[in-house]
């Protein structure tokens, strides 16, 4: 045992239930409560039918990996924008993160892990540039100029749905809608969806009225172990990023029943998980570490999310970047401008994906499409595309490098 291992809290499966566990694969006699492929609803169902070497949500990761979004992951803001460092998480690793998380847990009871992949590496597809204040400026802007609403757990969908029309099955969309990590629950279990119609009313009802997005429920317990695996991945990874950021120090936060490091945190709620879910049809934890994930949660947005420094930094640059390029970009469309970049660099991107649409991408309506443009970018794409739109003017914004001391 290294010393670093000596001073954390690493707790385990109670002996009862690992020999449960134990006795249930060596007699075959596993919880029976995976999501079965051969129920996997599509939209088309004549079309992506399972086989021997793709099943089901196989087809469906295949498609979410190859979608000409997926590469922009890497150079999205996790949680910290404006640093030339390598070392802090970008979007492409939390969605990895989730992934694993979800599948060890998965793996325990017995679940549908191709299933839980898909949903993971899909969740955050939709995700706008700069993170959650990047979501609450396009947010923002399209409910001034249309009364409706930007989340990227719902616009993850229209990537993967209406975009790119991927025929993706119904479980997988589901997980990605509902899998909403800034929700905590001390129970998670799934309310069955049945068609595509009432998933369709859902996800509109989520434009409508972004509190909306609160009601959604995995229909799934793949979908249930994916929306808390997404609080597990950030929550001690968030303060190990502002401790490379040097923002904060880890020792900083006071002492939890989860933990107060990223590995402690992770592997404390996996445990819990497993302990209190195993053989169940809901995913729960323990009152006692539910309140200390729904303390450690509080702590990281009083110290990380809602640092001053980090929001201003943000309202008085990328704020003000994204309505001139939303107005740009909107005014360009409207008026046909087939030079600008949302006709050369996105409508002509998106095309080049030959799928069968209900209608052509550009009838789309307007500001539709410039949401879809701006949501698809990078951090480093929408300052690139502001200089270019606005080559007179400075976006104002310093990138802090590797070897920077701490303001």
């Not at 994204?322 to 740009?328: P, S």
Request: include cysteine.
């Amino acid at each position: 045992m290294s010393w670093g291992d000596a001073l954390m809290n690493y707790e385990k499966l109670s002996s009862a239930t690992e020999e449960k566990i134990k006795q249930d694969r060596e007699n075959h006699t596993l919880p029976q409560l995976a999501f079965s492929e051969e129920n996997a609803l599509r939209r088309n169902n004549t079309r992506d039918k399972s086989s021997l070497l793709r099943p089901a949500f196989i087809r469906d990761i295949d498609k979410i990996m190859h979608c000409p979004f997926y590469n922009r992951y890497a150079d999205k803001t996790q949680v910290f924008s404006f640093y030339k460092n390598d070392d802090i998480s970008r979007r492409s690793l939390h969605v990895q993160l989730v992934s694993r998380i979800a599948r060890t847990i998965g793996k325990a009871l017995n679940l549908n892990l191709d299933l839980i992949e898909a949903i993971a590496l899909g969740h955050d597809i939709g995700h706008a540039p700069f993170g959650h204040a990047g979501e609450t400026f396009l947010d923002e802007l399209f409910c001034t100029h249309t009364g409706r609403h930007f989340s990227h757990n719902i616009h993850s969908v229209r990537v993967l749905d209406r975009i790119f029309p991927y025929n993706i099955s119904l479980q997988t969309l589901n997980g990605i809608a509902s899998h909403d990590g800034e929700m905590e629950l001390c129970e998670y279990a799934p309310k069955p969806l049945s068609d595509f119609e009432t998933f369709d009313a859902q996800i509109e009802a989520c434009y409508e009225d972004k509190a909306n997005v609160k009601k959604l429920v995995p229909s799934t317990l793949e979908g249930c172990v994916v929306r808390i695996s997404d609080i597990i991945a950030y929550l001690g990874k968030d303060r190990q990023d502002a401790e490379r950021a040097n923002i904060l120090r880890n020792s900083n936060f006071d002492d939890s029943a989860i933990g107060t490091y990223n590995a402690e945190i992770i592997n404390n709620l996996i445990v819990n998980i497993v302990e209190n879910s195993y053989g169940k049809p809901y995913i729960k934890l323990d009152e006692k570490h539910f309140e200390a994930l729904k303390q450690a949660k509080a702590d990281n947005y009083k110290r990380i999310y809602k640092n001053k420094a980090v929001e201003d930094k943000l309202q008085n640059s990328v704020k003000p970047m994204m309505t001139e390029v939303y107005e740009r970009l909107l005014k360009d469309l409207t008026q046909n401008d087939k030079t600008s970049p949302i006709f050369t660099h996105h409508i002509a991107y998106v095309n080049q994906a030959h799928y069968l649409r209900e209608i052509p991408y550009e009838q789309t309506e307007a500001n539709q499409i410039v949401v879809d443009y701006i949501a698809s970018m990078t951090d480093d794409y929408f300052i690139d595309l502001y200089a270019y739109l606005f080559p007179d003017k400075s976006c104002g914004i310093e990138y802090k490098g590797y070897f920077e001391e701490k303001e």
